[in-house]
């Protein structure tokens, strides 16, 4: 049994508990909250309520959830880049090309499956631990939790956006300064593998500055402070500096003009988004202290920074 603890936010004023926790507790399904409701296992300040009673927002709700197996995947001798671990937290650095989580198309092969494969007991914890995705084609620090607790702890960060998460991406275009993009995000709306800057999409911010000018593209450092899908990709492309190699956002590959040997042969082989999470922040769910790691630029991108130095 683990005790996992959430604040009601004041705009849930008004919700019914078994709504408040299926959005304060989504890694669980709403019967199994139900039955954790009635068995008395879910607590509203001390207080045991029924599911259907209505809460005013700032209450503490503690949750004794228990362990059991909720991933159905299967383990998958798959190598893993492991920057950090102890007995609560896994900091992984992934490949491109590697997907997170299983979906349609991709229901072996995944991050999950290698996860499953490190360590066992992940197969009780929600998405094997997985607490936030980076893109397939996105190469960098990912974190993973290790228990219930750990799980609760972060998500629960990222709600309160206290996770600090640094991006280095090469964009098209120079550019002159950098700013930073505040424009919401939702499903495109013909096309529902994309997503698009929309009025009724969900806040979306997005800090990024100049590291490096070339002739025709930028390196840019990016701060997340959401978390949206594809939300760098997309802002970027809003702004007209779509990121090198995002033929999703970026439209058709066209060669830039004046580009030496070197450079030709570098944009013709790159294959995907020029896009690595370099900087993971945050504080520890058991000791509590602030937590950093970093990790380079991979070798593909490294390697086009240099065509596109030298052909400046």
């Keep these: 049994m683990t005790r996992l603890t959430a604040e009601v936010p004041y705009e849930m004023a008004g919700m019914r508990l078994d709504q408040v926790l299926a959005e304060l507790f989504a890694d669980y399904s709403r019967s199994k909250l139900q039955i954790w409701v009635k068995l008395g296992r ?62 349609v198309g991709n229901w072996h092969g995944t991050m999950l499956n290698a996860l499953l ?83 009724r999409g969900k806040e979306a911010i997005t800090h990024y500055r100049v590291e490096q000018r070339f002739r025709l593209h930028t390196l840019i450092r990016v701060k997340l402070e959401t978390g949206r899908t594809h939300q760098i990709r997309v802002h970027m492309a809003h702004v007209r500096f779509p990121l090198l190699g995002d033929q999703v956002y970026g439209g058709r590959f066209q060669m830039s003009p004046g580009c030496n040997e070197r450079l030709a042969n570098a944009l013709r082989n790159f294959k995907r988004q020029a896009l690595h999470a370099a900087k993971l922040g945050l504080v520890h769910p058991v000791t509590e202290e602030y937590c ?11 390697d086009m920074l240099e065509a596109l130095a030298e052909n400046d």
């Design 42 to 103: 879910v607590q509203v300040n001390g207080l045991i309520l029924k599911p259907r009673d209505k809460l005013e927002g700032g209450e503490e709700i503690t949750l004794d959830a228990e362990a059991e197996v909720v991933i159905t995947s299967e383990p998958e001798a798959i190598p893993l880049d492991i920057i950090f671990e102890d007995e609560s937290l896994l900091i992984v650095n992934k490949p491109a090309g590697l997907v997170v989580h299983p979906a």
């Design 117 to 199: 494969n490190h360590d066992s007991n992940l197969e009780t914890l929600p998405r094997a631990g997985i607490v936030h995705r980076i893109d397939k084609d996105t190469s960098g620090l990912l974190m993973v939790a290790k228990t219930l607790q750990a799980h609760n702890s972060l998500t629960q960060q990222l709600q309160d956006r206290a996770i600090n998460r640094e991006y280095l991406a090469i964009s098209k275009g120079r550019m002159t300064a950098g700013g930073t993009v505040d424009e919401p995000i939702a499903r495109h709306p013909t096309d529902r593998k994309r997503y698009a800057v929309s009025r």
């Design 292 to 302: 950093e790691w970093q990790q380079p630029l991979p070798e593909d991108m490294t």
